[in-house]
């Protein structure tokens, strides 16, 4: 049940990033981006107000993957603005956002002792408004904005070749990431023995190297090429892979 619940707002978010990547290109990543922190309040409400159950909570946690679909404004609106041979720092500076993971999975379990789970979807209302504030005060589409496609011209692109091997490459470098990082909170829980503050804290330092190294990830892949890059991050991940397997000690 608790892989069930971290793993569905992920499908969520990997599912709507289709719709909301169409529209982005169809109507403004800026208009795109305020449609999505505005649907993103409707899980937070639900979650604060209506989740009283586990299959209430199936239906928030998959709904919560509206705002991982946000990615699909945040990098291309980045992105554009820039030069190819800087594209990849750009999207890393723009995957800097994940950082509000390490946030959350820092100080939300520490809320919670004190407002209980339940509140802490409402005070997350708070840093949601702000940011859509500040979203449509400063933000602007970058003027080389694409030219608007058919439904029809957005699913060509899922018969070339190399889209689909770069979504498999994504869903396992990325994937995997944010797969690890919602699940590492659990397993340090259940595998050793940790309070959930403890273990939130932990797991948060997971999520800051990973949310750090993104712009160093994507100026390397900006000097030496995207597909060398990932050939050394495939080997690096499964080395690592390997070592957490094993469960070693943790020294605390």
Known sequence: QKGLLTALP???GAVLRLPFGWLSDAIGAKRTGVIVLGLT?????????????????????????????????????ASRWYPPHFQGFAMGLAGLGLTGTLITTFFAPKLAEHVGWRNVFGYSLI???????????????APSAPHKQTLAEFFDVLRERDMVLFSLF??????????????LSILLGDQYGLT??????????????????????GLLADRIGGIRMLNILFGVVALLTLGVAQLPALPY
Do not use: C, H, Q
């Not at 979650?47 to 946000?70: H, K, P, Y």
């Not at 840093?127 to 589409?141: E, G, N, Q, S």
């Not at 959930?196 to 990830?217: D, F, I, Q, T, Y």
């Open 10 to 12: 992920l499908l969520g």
């Open 170 to 183: 994504y869903g396992v470098t990325f994937g995997g990431f944010v797969g690890f990082a919602s699940y």
């Open 127 to 141: 840093p949601l408004v702000v940011v859509a504030v500040l979203f449509i005060a400063f933000t602007k589409d």
């Open 41 to 77: 309040a409707a899980p937070v409400l639900m979650g604060w107000l209506w989740a009283n159950s586990f299959a209430s909570l199936l239906v928030v946690a998959f709904l919560l993957g509206i705002g991982g679909a946000s990615f699909v404004v945040a990098l291309p609106m």
């Open 196 to 217: 959930k503050v403890r273990a939130g804290e932990l797991a948060a330092l997971g999520v800051m190297a990973g949310s750090l190294m993104r712009p160093l990830g």
